[in-house]
């Protein structure tokens, strides 16, 4: 089935770890984004990427790192620099053409910083 | 970008209409309305959108005012899994397939 595979589900890192979420699509889209969650929050957009080999920074990319080798793959690297990485974190691909703007996103991975 | 504006939360009983407004009095002539929903712990789902004319799906049905400055949307038979928070959003015109995420209506479907 197509979709998008995000890994691990749950996620525990100790300060000052970096630690990397995985987010694989099969739907031969070309852009893929990642947000985060706070709890009884709306989503905030961390970095997004219309194309492969490029990326651009979302409204709270301060810590956070992303790389797009692949056009299925988009990892996110929460690095130590990031104040306070404990959320809710939301892969979303779509197909970058027109103006259709439907996401499709993965179940989420759930970090929490011990 | 066009702000939206939605009710914290609402209540709807079980069968009946589940109508949930919203309000985008700042919106541009080519922005789109969006309605996604978020079921507790997992990755939102795209319900519907529109630019002026109704719309419906078997999802739901969308409802846009004649100047565009608020929506509502419809669940025709509300059931219990309908229980999620609901987002609406107004893409920009000019931030590709961006979407920026509020805080939505928090919806409780009771039997």
């Known amino acids: 089935d197509g979709g998008i595979t995000q890994s691990p589900k749950y996620l525990f890192r100790k300060e000052g770890q970096n630690v990397t979420l995985s987010c694989e699509q099969n739907l031969n889209h070309d852009a893929m984004y990642w947000y985060r969650q706070d709890p009884g929050q709306g989503l905030r957009l961390i970095y997004y990427s219309q194309i492969v080999n490029d990326f651009q920074k979302g409204d709270i990319a301060e810590g956070y790192s992303v790389s797009r080798e692949k056009k299925e793959s988009f990892p996110l690297t929460v690095t130590s620099a990031q104040k306070n990485p404990t959320a809710f974190y939301l892969c979303?691909?779509?197909?970058?053409?027109?103006?259709?703007?439907?996401?499709?996103f993965g179940e989420g991975s759930r970090l929490t910083v011990l | 970008d066009a702000k939206t504006t939605q009710p914290t939360s609402m209540d709807c009983a079980e069968g009946r209409a589940a109508n949930l407004p919203c309000n985008h009095s700042?919106?541009?002539?080519?922005?789109?309305v969006y309605w996604y929903r978020q079921i507790h712990s997992q990755g939102p789902q795209y319900i519907i959108h529109?630019?002026?004319n109704n719309e419906t799906n078997e999802m739901a049905s969308l409802i846009i005012t004649e100047d565009r400055k608020s929506s509502t949307l419809i669940l025709p038979h509300a059931t219990l899994r309908d229980t999620a928070v609901y987002y609406c959003?107004?893409?920009?015109?000019?931030?590709?397939?961006?979407?920026?995420f509020g805080g939505g209506t928090r919806l409780m479907v009771k039997p």
């Open positions: 979303a691909s779509s197909t970058g053409q027109g103006y259709t703007g439907e996401l499709f």
């Open positions: 529109g630019l002026k």
């Open positions: 959003i107004v893409r920009p015109n000019n931030a590709g397939n961006m979407l920026t």
């Open positions: 700042t919106i541009s002539g080519n922005e789109y």
